[in-house]
């Protein structure tokens, strides 16, 4: 069972613009909705491309219903807490004629040292039906001076889920990276900017990723991937370093497309594909979200029509 962990959970709303400025009132060409928040989209993808997955967290309010009901729509299990306040609406703004968008999020949740202990205890109750943990997303309340949550939340259940020998998989950004990478988890997937700050120097193009990966490598992460946006990403895996060049679509919305790739790669590593593979059907299924305009929405017969036209290779 792959199980996915999403303390911090949202919906989407995009608003598709010509442009944007303070003081103007701006009429969108349309609007779209989606899924927010890291784990709860690798799920909901995971669900349209096929394959099943259990989504936990901490989920409040209607929002969160709506979010939660989503989620089993593609045929996702779901096993939230219920906490206090409303789950996060997101609004992203997608400017029409460059694909360029922006997110205004705000804190909706409203968590207690207790929630947070309930959600850890819940999911290492959950660890034993597991075979990849993946861990996603901001944690709530990241903004105040002592938050409910410790920054370095996901620490304990990455190290739960690898002393039972399950795969572990960490997405977050912020000041959330850093302290949870030092639980060494087998997969993390930060872009160049991320990487940078767990580097202490820059991380600018293929080539200086595939050098940033083998360095993470040599601190303990067995499989770094860094996404490079419209140059594509790099993994280091034991099989090798590769690049994985972007496909040339129209892109509507790029939210959620990293996302994609996480449940691209998990799916394809859970069905025995090589590395090399593998990151040819992230590839397929992250560009497969790019050209929907909902975040996370993914049509499986599109990454089965993009996947003939990925690369995958060695540096």
Known sequence: MILTITPNTALDKVLFVDDFAFGQTVRATGAAEGMGGKGAVVSWVLGQIGTPSLATGLAAGETGRRMEARLQAEGVRTDFIWVGGETRTNYVLARTRDGVQGTVTVDGLQVTPDDSRRLTEHVLSLL???????CGGSLPGGREVAPAMPLDWYVPIIRAAQERGILTMLDTSDRFLAPNVAALPDIIKPNASEAATLLGHPVSGPQQAAAAVRELQARGIRVPVITLGEQGAVAGTDEGVFFVPPLQVRVLNTAGAGDGFSAGLIQARLQGKDWREALRWAAAVATAALITPGTGV??????????????????
């Open 298 to 315: 993914c049509r499986l017969e599109d990454a089965q029509a993009l996947y003939p036209h990925t690369r995958v290779e060695q540096i």
């Open 128 to 134: 034993p039906q597991a075979s990849l943990v993946f």
